[in-house]
């Protein structure tokens, strides 16, 4: 093999492999920022559904104290006249339903028994104690409780407050928040879809009883109850008590999807929290930023190579060519070859060998005749 076809051969390879690993490692760093950004905007996803839902239940314990702590509502639990209480709390109710989102306002007896639900009132008079955790530890410590609870119905957002008169605890009254309108809020503030998938084992029947769990996690509430569906269907889902980061793709598009533990009022993991968000679009810039990074590493190497291949011809293959030549040209010829360099370690060569020359030429003439 020529040396001019070996430098090709190794400068080609040297300038490919240095290209590639400086794209591969802009790649890698471009991937790590790209996840890190995509982790960060579903983290904060997260923070504003988690703040909402604190200050949804801050609020109604709020209401429910304000409730419990009205002499009025005490007197008529008290006397069971539940057509006044009703009459009285209805007004109240729709103002809250209508400007809070508030969509429950239950007034329990002190036998824990169902006394008046102000949204639905012809259905009273069942036994909470089998199946409300809350409301029994708010009748025995007579003190707020709030947070998620779930009930006969499904999932809630509740706080639970003690009425309590001069003869002592009278009943309890319950305010909940609903968790649908929750969701949508949190998702006109970010962007992001909303899922609760409640663990059916986590709910109880109006017996106490458990329910059969083998079915799996069922949504509870969702701002895209078909979409999150789907994202169930592909494995995504799972109960987990530390944050799990995934992603779905479907239909071209593709999204970022946490689930974090879902718990309830006393810290009981009932399910799990699903936000999905959509990335496709910093997924498209990242890929446009990929083929310009080896598109750049392409136009760099038809660039380099080129300039590089120049350089080596011109200050080591010709001269080293030249010197060749110089070397084995006829000595008898008296015209002298003209230097194709002017790098002085090049012309000092050069003159080392034409003075190399002359020694050889003279070395016949100085020897003395033979013995």
């Given at each position: ?77 008290a006397d069971g006249n539940r057509q006044a209480l009703l009459a009285y709390s209805s007004p109240l109710f729709e103002r809250l339903n209508t400007g809070g989102g508030i969509n429950v306002m239950h007034f329990h ?130 109960l987990s008590r530390e944050p799990q980061l995934t992603r779905y793709s479907a239909e071209g598009q593709i999204h970022g999807v946490m689930g974090s533990p879902l718990l309830d009022y006393s810290g009981n993991l009932i399910g799990t929290i699903v936000i999905a ?95």
């Amino acid at each position: 093999m020529r040396l001019d076809t070996a430098l090709s051969l190794i400068s080609a390879t040297t300038i490919a492999t240095i290209l590639a690993i400086g794209g591969l490692l802009t790649q890698y760093s471009e991937r790590a920022l790209l996840n890190e950004a995509e982790r960060i905007q579903i983290e904060d996803a997260s923070t504003v559904l988690s703040t909402a839902m604190a200050q949804a239940a801050t609020l109604s314990a709020t209401h429910s104290e304000a409730i419990a702590s009205d002499a009025r509502v005490a007197e008529m639990v008290a006397d069971g006249n539940r057509q006044a209480l009703l009459a009285y709390s209805s007004p109240l109710f729709e103002r809250l339903n209508t400007g809070g989102g508030i969509n429950v306002m239950h007034f329990h007896t002190a036998e824990m028994k169902s006394f008046l639900r102000v949204w639905e009132p012809e259905n009273f008079g069942q036994d909470l104690s089998k199946f409300r955790p809350m409301v029994i530890a708010v009748n025995y410590s007579k003190r707020t409780q709030k947070g998620l609870e779930v009930g006969v119905r499904g999932l809630s957002l509740r706080a639970v407050s003690a009425i309590v008169s001069a003869a002592g605890l009278t009943g309890t009254v319950e305010i909940g928040v609903d968790l649908t309108s929750l969701l949508h809020l949190a998702k006109a503030a970010t962007g992001a879809d909303y899922a609760l998938f409640l663990d059916p084992s986590a709910s109880l029947r109006e017996d106490g009883t458990k329910v059969d769990g083998k079915g799996g996690l069922s949504i509870e509430a969702a701002t895209d109850a078909a979409f999150f569906a789907r994202i169930q269907q592909a494995n995504t889902v799972r109960l987990s008590r530390e944050p799990q980061l995934t992603r779905y793709s479907a239909e071209g598009q593709i999204h970022g999807v946490m689930g974090s533990p879902l718990l309830d009022y006393s810290g009981n993991l009932i399910g799990t929290i699903v936000i999905a968000r959509d990335f496709t679009r910093l997924e498209s810039q990242h890929s446009r930023a990929m083929v310009t990074i080896w598109a750049i590493s392409i136009c760099g190497f038809l660039i380099a190579f080129p300039v590089f291949m120049i350089a080596i011809r011109a200050f080591v293959v010709r001269p080293l060519n030249d010197l060749v030549s110089h070397c084995t040209a006829d000595s008898a010829d008296p015209t002298p070859l003209l230097p194709s360099s002017q790098l002085p370690e090049y012309l000092v060569l050069r003159g080392e060998i034409e003075h190399l020359r002359k020694k050889l030429r003279e070395a016949p003439e100085n020897r003395g005749p033979a013995v």
